[in-house]
């Protein structure tokens, strides 16, 4: 049984950091593309982030220079180091991988910046 477990959410001030954890279970972790999507109040679920097998990233625009995701794949873990966070990057935080046409969730993380 599949199990992603997103940590590390919380209350920050504006230029701010956060560093966010997805462990992930019962899965070939190394094998998938990992995402961290994103869901602000009122606002479609947006994806952030995304690193693949072989390590390539890539970003939303409104996040690029300021975060950062990776792997170990050792640990069945993805990360999103999030750095100067604006109270716009506010929302539900969530990884997701897909396995064929079948997305698998975490519950996700709440993060909010705010002074």
């Known amino acids: 049984q599949v199990q992603l477990v997103e940590s590390g959410g919380g209350l920050v001030q504006p230029g701010g950091s956060l560093r966010l954890s997805c462990a992930a279970s019962?899965?070939?972790?190394?094998?998938?593309?990992w995402n961290w999507y994103r869901q602000a109040p009122g606002k479609e679920r947006e994806l952030v982030a995304a690193i693949t097998s072989g390590s390539t990233t890539n970003y939303a625009d409104s996040v690029k220079g300021r975060f950062t995701i990776s792997r170990d794949n050792a640990a069945n873990t993805v990360y999103l180091e999030m750095n100067s966070l604006k109270p716009e990057d506010t929302a539900v935080y969530y990884c997701n991988f897909y396995r064929g046409v079948i997305g698998y969730w975490g519950k996700g993380t709440l993060v909010t910046v705010s002074s």
């Open positions: 019962g899965t070939i972790f190394r094998l998938y593309t």
